[in-house]
């Protein structure tokens, strides 16, 4: 139990001819953890999480799984685990309750089928057949799934995808209770509210490598304000860059520029705002529109890489 729930060490992993999909990354997840891997659209996200899985070989690097690796111990570790894949086919002309019983037969331990449909919230769909389901339903009874084993280590991703917003807290308290228990979940998401609703650490991966980690408090917190300022100037011409911000506007901890927006993280937004409309003045320039917001781990992003986590260059 000293050992770690999830250990990546070098991690690489190389498509050919060329392609590097994980290009040395380190992690290191304690037991009882709720973890979060943010990214765009190929940053190497789901490709790691497969690898830990023990879905893919690494091209090179070491991987334990609950202080174990999967060469030696694969069987023991795939009874210890459960995972929720992005996309998951699952029998049509079975019931939902029929997939959930043939799901807890893979394991010596495990949940009564019937009480891990309750806790997705399928109990009323037990004798509907996986074709008839909706899309969000499909996606909780692959979630089920994965909780049937009782697993000490739950991979899911991005397991919200296609859910409503009732279906998605109700799936954020199942996350709660596990950990509450003391099991150890790892999360891939593109909702920046999930991750700092639910993680306690997260890491930022872009081009296959850790380029940020800590919890959603201090990644946010290393931006130096925690309310950002969204500003969209009128007319044609782009906002002026970074430094007319940082220079004539008070209180600015930090400023951006992301297409017709610039982005300014304060702390006294009541400071800065009127500071903000006489530069903007001065400059001969007029306001379209102006929100303030808390600062979210998407700033982080933005601010690290120039892009926004849907993979889009700024």
């Known amino acids: 139990m000293d050992s770690p729930a999830l250990l990546c060490e070098s991690l690489v992993k190389v498509y050919p001819p060329d392609v590097r999909a994980v290009d040395g990354l380190d992690l290191e997840v304690p037991r009882g953890e709720c973890f979060g891997l943010l990214g765009p659209n190929g940053a190497g996200k789901t490709t790691t999480v497969e690898i830990c899985e023990g879905l893919l070989e690494p091209t090179s690097g070491r991987v334990e799984i609950l202080g174990r690796r999967w060469a030696d111990a694969g069987r023991a570790l795939r009874l210890r685990i459960g995972v929720s894949l992005q996309e998951t086919r699952l029998p049509e002309k079975a019931s939902a309750l029929e997939t959930a019983r ?19 919230g399928l109990e009323s769909k037990a004798d509907a057949w996986v074709g008839k389901l909706s899309g969000g339903q499909k996606r909780r009874l692959e979630i089920a799934c994965a909780l049937v084993g009782r697993p000490e280590l739950l991979f899911l991703d991005e397991p919200t995808t296609g859910l409503d917003p009732q279906a998605r807290r109700q799936l954020w308290e199942v996350i709660r209770r596990l950990r509450a228990e003391g ?49 969209v100037l009128d007319g044609p011409a782009p906002p002026p860059d970074e430094s007319f911000w940082r220079e004539r506007v008070q209180d600015v901890c930090e400023a951006r520029v992301d297409g017709d927006r610039a982005l300014l993280s304060v702390n006294r937004p009541h400071i800065a705002i009127p500071s903000l409309l006489e530069a903007i003045a001065a400059a001969g320039r007029s306001l379209e529109d102006l929100k303030t917001r808390h600062a979210t781990l998407e700033d982080v992003f ?13």
């Open 102 to 120: 043939l799901f807890r037969s893979f394991y010596d331990d495990g949940l009564e089928p019937l009480e891990v449909l309750r806790e997705v």
């Open 183 to 231: 099991r150890t979940v790892l999360l891939t998401t593109h909702y920046m509210d999930e991750a700092e609703q639910l993680c306690d650490r997260v890491a930022i991966i872009d081009k296959g490598r850790v380029i940020a980690l800590g919890s959603p408090e201090e990644l946010i917190g290393a931006l130096g304000g925690d309310r950002v300022l969204e500003v």
């Open 302 to 314: 933005l601010k690290l890489t120039g892009r926004t986590l849907e993979g889009e260059s700024r």
